[in-house]
């Protein structure tokens, strides 16, 4: 039994020491690759400071045509337009056109019951014919007090009347002559309101100021109307051969803009058409809308072929600059804008450059912007090869400051 125990005590320790050295050879193993993947590494990471990394590619720099745009969105409105209303009360006896109708200047519009106001100019002209015959009366009152008058100062010189009785005579003239005075100024009065009532009768009949074409009509035949308060309006008269983009801009964009600067604008669902035109005038007043600032642009454009509608909704593209024929690169070209190096050329940033198979850190100058393309004005010429980051950094936030584009 004591040599069967020994041997066993043997055999376990044989087992223990060939497990140990297994151990120790793979620990050995272990640290040999570690060391090795942690050089790779290491001359890897030196690399890539000089060769761009494996998510990052390289583009040449181009010639292209660059725009720097303000964007907004803006509704059509006729430039030249009237609202055509009534300035007396009544029923609308008749309406001479329907909506899309072409006008002339003076063609009839409605005509409005004119009888209330042809009673008021019957009786008015009645009443002054009245006034009339009493101041022919008074004028043959007036020559009769004339005679009496004339009579009681003969007699006064012979002592045949009394004082009393010439200056009764006297009175009697002056009174004669008030009322004459009294019945031309209630003549007068009638005269004006026989004239006012004859304008209002000429209203009742309502003419186009201008021709154009008629693209509102709420008013029915047969419907009253009151313009006791304000004048309610039956028609509006529309040229529709110039139309006006009314465009909202932010009053960050705003400073951009200034009168004459060219537009173009698309609507919806006109494809690939665009209207030229521009900016006719910028309205100081802002609106507020939602706590945010918008000025209100007017831009103008021919409508000969009838294709743009009141209404309709613009994209505006405000041309703040353009270039055509110069050195381009993608924004994601772009690193770190440096302040302190701005000169005529241009904002300065900072770009890796292909050198062989290196890259290189260069300071280059660029002009406009945009979400495409940036223009450089300094630094780069054609057929250089820039890095540019992965889409994925285009991303996260980076893109150069002052970058400029369509916010549609």
């Known amino acids: 039994m004591e040599e069967y125990a020994l041997c066993r005590h043997n055999k376990n320790n044989g087992v223990s020491r060939l497990k140990n050295r297994k151990l120790k050879a793979l620990s050995i193993v272990a640290a040999g690759l570690l060391v090795a993947f942690v050089g790779y590494w290491a001359m890897g990471s030196k690399g890539a400071s000089n060769q761009p990394g494996g998510d990052n590619a390289v583009v040449a720099v181009k010639i292209g045509s660059i725009e720097e745009l303000v964007t907004a969105q803006g509704k059509l409105e006729p430039k030249d337009y009237v609202d055509v209303g009534a300035q007396v009360s009544g029923q ?35 009443q002054l014919k009245t006034l009339s015959a009493q101041r022919t009366q008074q004028q043959a009152e007036i020559k009769l007090a004339q005679q009496k008058r004339d009579r009681a100062q003969t007699l006064i010189a012979g002592n045949a009347i009394s004082q009393q009785e010439l200056e009764d005579a006297q009175t009697a003239l002056a009174v004669a002559q008030a009322q004459l005075k009294s019945l031309n100024a209630q003549i007068e009065q009638g005269q004006s309101n026989l004239d006012a009532d004859k304008v209002n009768l000429g209203y009742t009949k309502i003419f186009s100021p201008m021709a ?8 029915k035949e047969g419907q009253t109307i009151n313009a006791s308060q304000t004048a309610p309006v039956i028609s509006r008269v529309a040229n529709l051969d110039v139309m006006t983009s009314r465009a909202q801009v932010a009053e960050a964009d705003i400073g951009k803009l200034n009168p004459s600067m060219k537009v173009y604008f698309t609507t919806l669902g006109s494809g690939k058409r665009q209207w030229d035109g521009t900016i006719r005038q910028i309205l100081p007043s802002p609106e507020t809308v939602n706590d945010v600032v918008l000025y209100n642009v007017l831009v103008d454009v021919a409508n000969k072929d009838r294709q743009l509608m009141a209404g309709m909704t613009t994209q505006m593209f405000f041309v703040v600059g353009s270039a055509k024929d110069v050195p381009v690169i993608p924004p994601t070209a772009l690193g770190k804008r440096l302040e302190d190096q701005d000169n005529a050329s241009g904002d300065a940033y900072e770009v890796q450059v292909m050198d062989g ?7 280059i100058h660029v002009g406009m912007m945009t979400r495409s393309d940036v223009e450089i004005t300094d630094g780069l010429k054609p057929g250089d090869k820039v890095v540019v980051k992965a889409p ?16 549609l």
């Open 357 to 363: 198979r290196n890259t290189i850190r260069k300071t």
């Open 212 to 219: 154009g074409t008629i693209v509102v009509q709420d008013i």
């Open 392 to 407: 994925a950094s285009a991303t996260e936030g980076s893109a150069p400051r002052g970058m400029r584009g369509p916010r």
């Open 92 to 126: 609308i006896q008749k309406l001479y056109h329907e909506i899309g109708d072409q006008v002339a200047a003076g063609d009839p519009i409605a005509d409005i019951d004119p009888k209330v106001y042809e009673a008021r100019v019957a009786a008015n002209e009645a």
